[in-house]
């Protein structure tokens, strides 16, 4: 190893991204492992423009060697995911220079979904909104209108102002289990029962489109044995949100199952509660987002239904605190979500 050598490989442990030295040609004469796992092991003694494909890569390793200027570039790569990254080049000695790439896929992720957030809230807030301002402005310009037809605006405007009402509750209950979701709870919940009262509690929904449940409890077990551990509220959420699903998105006339069994794959013991409709198949691709803020498949006509898109996600956050696991799968009309709990044993 030449000195030069020596002196990049003593700078690049204070350095935590990857860098390369280039020499006077613009080849790779030294790289730290951050680097080579990057790039490949291949660009060692190879000029590392073949590398980055970027087009003021040559012109910025140029600017380093002969006008000792330090440039940036940004830059992406697709491997199997695109990551965006950016590019620092600066002299290194007399002819020599110095690359670091420093990834921003994270950041750059973290803004957009952040972004993307506050674009998704102001869109649901403003339809209810511009539909109160509309009433408000007839009725105040038809104020001797007949009262059948005020208590018919009314109507309306009460239920949009409940969606606002919902949408602005589920947003703080997102927040609230984001903030606690390094706390794991370890209360006794018994779910069985959560579940009969969530069941009783939706009755009217499920009778109205004339859907009925089917228990299903694994041979070996009974009532009081389904007992895990979390936070009973939260759990309540998860399984309100899923039954009330099955029947908001469900055949009308058609059976919901809700199967417990047990899922002991040491060293874990887990209750698996299954909540299983018969309905339209979802789209891989759909469950994949499923969980994410604001996704609706048929998002129209979920929000015909008063779906606010946040169900899910409320739901992934809370079994996520409950260091437990979430399954969805969706074949030949039948969907099935599937919550895996730690069993108090
Ligand atoms: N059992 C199901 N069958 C078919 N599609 C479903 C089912 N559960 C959820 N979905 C789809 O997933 C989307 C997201 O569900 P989620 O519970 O997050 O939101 P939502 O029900 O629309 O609103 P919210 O639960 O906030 O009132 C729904 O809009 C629907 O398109
Ligand atoms: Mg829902």
């Known amino acids: ?93 007399e002819t020599h220079v110095l690359v670091v790439i420093v990834d921003d896929t994270d950041t750059v992720s973290v803004n957009r979904i952040r972004s993307d957030f506050v674009a998704n809230v102001s869109h649901e807030l403003r339809s209810p909104l511009s539909v109160l301002s509309g009433f408000i402005e007839t009725l105040r310009d038809g104020a001797d209108a007949e009262p059948e037809t005020r208590g018919k605006f009314l109507t309306i405007m009460q239920s949009e102002a409940e969606r606002m009402q919902r949408l602005v509750d589920d947003l703080l209950s997102l927040s609230r289990v984001e903030a606690i979701e390094h706390r794991t709870p370890n209360d006794k919940v018994d779910v069985y029962t959560i579940m009969q009262q969530t069941v009783d509690a939706f009755s009217a929904q499920s009778l109205a489109k004339k859907m009925s449940f089917q228990w299903q409890l694994e041979d070996a077990l009974c009532a009081d044995e389904l007992i895990v551990l979390g936070n009973a509220d939260e759990l309540r959420q998860v399984f309100q949100n899923l039954i009330e699903n099955a029947i908001r998105y469900g055949d009308a006339d058609s059976e919901i199952e809700l199967a417990f069994s047990l899922e002991d794959t040491a060293p874990l013991n887990l209750l698996r509660v299954q ?69 108090n044993i």
């Not at 020596?6 to 492992?33: K, P, Q």
């Not at 691709?285 to 609706?296: K, P, Q, S």
Request: hydrophobic share 45%; glycine share 6%; charged share 25%.
């Open 1 to 93: 190893m030449t000195a030069l050598q020596d002196r990049f490989a003593n700078m690049a442990l204070l350095i935590d991204e990857a860098c390369a030295l280039l020499d006077a040609r613009g080849i790779v004469i030294a790289a730290n492992d951050k680097m080579f796992a990057l790039l490949g092991h291949q660009i060692a003694e190879y000029p590392m423009e073949r590398f980055i494909r970027h087009e003021g890569f040559v012109e910025a390793l140029r600017a380093a060697r002969d006008q000792a200027l330090v440039s940036e570039l940004t830059y992406s790569r697709t491997d199997k995911l695109r990551r965006e990254f950016h590019l620092r080049l600066a002299p290194f000695e």
């Open 275 to 343: 909540v299983i409709n018969q309905g339209p198949t979802i789209d891989s691709h759909d469950i994949a987002r499923l969980t994410e803020r604001f996704y609706r498949v048929d998002s129209g006509r979920a929000r015909q239904m008063g779906g606010t898109g946040l169900g899910l996600a409320i739901v992934k956050h809370i079994i996520n605190r409950h260091r437990g696991r979430l399954r969805i799968t969706s074949t030949a009309g039948k969907t099935s979500f599937s919550v895996s709990l730690r069993r």
